[in-house]
């Protein structure tokens, strides 16, 4: 198995506060995940509070025709992604988009917290919470 991504992944009751506050608009309703690091080096996994429950910072939220993303300020982890965010939905294009979006502009929220768990998106679908795991 190889570590295909780092994230914080959001259980089911900060997904559900999520689409809550921003339902989804398009058909591929994802609101997922926070990527930490793609393809994450052996020293940025030692690093990770793998297993660990921390706060996203929901303060932004943007939309187009092709996605839907929200910004968030992690506590406890940095991700290596200029602007942090969960991906809610996408049309016609992959989650990757988000960053495209975002970096477009995003409109300021009033912030709240969800929580996600730190772990590891494997190549074969499993997310490892536990580096002894793999």
Same mark, same amino acid.
Do not use: W
């Given at each position: 198995?190889?570590?295909?991504?780092?994230?914080?992944?959001?259980?089911?009751?900060?997904?559900?506060?999520?689409?809550?506050?921003?339902?989804?608009?398009?058909?591929?309703?994802?609101?997922?995940?926070?990527? @930490?690091?793609?393809?994450?080096?052996?020293? #940025?996994?030692?690093?990770?509070?793998?297993?660990?429950? @921390?706060?996203?910072?929901?303060?932004?939220?943007?939309?187009?025709?092709?996605?839907?993303?929200?910004?968030? #300020?992690?506590?406890?982890?940095?991700?290596? %992604?200029? @602007?942090?965010?969960?991906? @809610?939905?996408?049309?016609?294009?992959?989650?990757?988009?988000? %960053?495209?979006?975002?970096?477009?502009?995003? #409109?300021?929220?009033?912030?709240?917290?969800?929580?996600?768990?730190?772990?590891?998106?494997?190549?074969?679908?499993?997310?490892?919470?536990? %580096?002894?795991?793999?």
């Amino acid at each position: 198995m190889a570590v295909v991504y780092a994230g914080a992944f959001l259980p089911e009751e900060s997904r559900a506060a999520l689409l809550s506050a921003f339902p989804a608009k398009h058909p591929k309703v994802l609101a997922h995940h926070m990527t @930490i690091a793609f393809k994450p080096t052996d020293d #940025e996994i030692a690093a990770l509070p793998l297993g660990q429950l @921390i706060k996203l910072r929901v303060v932004g939220y943007a939309e187009d025709e092709y996605g839907q993303a929200i910004a968030a #300020e992690p506590v406890g982890v940095v991700s290596k %992604n200029a @602007i942090p965010h969960v991906t @809610i939905s996408v049309d016609k294009k992959s989650p990757v988009y988000s %960053n495209e979006l975002l970096a477009s502009g995003c #409109e300021q929220v009033i912030p709240f917290e969800i929580y996600a768990r730190v772990g590891l998106f494997m190549d074969s679908g499993q997310i490892v919470y536990e %580096n002894a795991l793999l």
